[in-house]
């Protein structure tokens, strides 16, 4: 079973960049496809990136590509989101969750949660 516990979160102007790191907790980490999620106020959770067990695949949704980098290390149980030239629609708390073997982009796929993280970029 996966602990996870996202960091990073924060306030920053439009333009500006944040990095978010999921730090997980069991011994299986790299069995695990992980996946970034968020979910703005009154909006339903949605896919944000993927990325495959060993890192050698990654997915993004269309509007983030070019801007998020999706990353793990393996050797340090953790997972990353760096996000670039942000906007203010990237406002939202930001979570990242585990599913053995592949990546996949429904929340519902997903067997383990972090808490979440705020983001909020002002305009």
């Known amino acids: 079973q996966e602990h996870l516990v996202e960091s990073g979160g924060g306030l920053v102007q439009a333009g500006g960049s944040l990095r978010l790191s999921c730090a997980a907790s069991?011994?299986?980490?790299?069995?695990?496809?992980m996946g970034w999620f968020r979910q703005a106020p009154g909006k339903e959770r949605e896919f944000v990136a993927a990325?495959?067990?060993?890192?050698?695949?990654?997915y993004y949704t269309d509007s983030v590509k070019g801007r998020f980098t999706i990353s793990r290390d393996n050797a340090k149980n953790t997972v990353y989101l760096q996000m670039n030239s942000l906007k203010p629609e990237d406002t939202a708390v930001y979570y990242c969750?585990?599913?053995?073997?592949?990546?996949?982009?429904?929340?519902?796929?997903?067997?383990?949660w972090g808490q979440g993280t705020q983001v909020t970029v002002s305009s």
């Open positions: 969750a585990a599913r053995q073997v592949s990546v996949a982009v429904g929340p519902n796929e997903y067997d383990y």
């Open positions: 990325i495959s067990r060993r890192g050698g695949g990654t």
């Open positions: 069991g011994r299986t980490f790299s069995s695990y496809a």
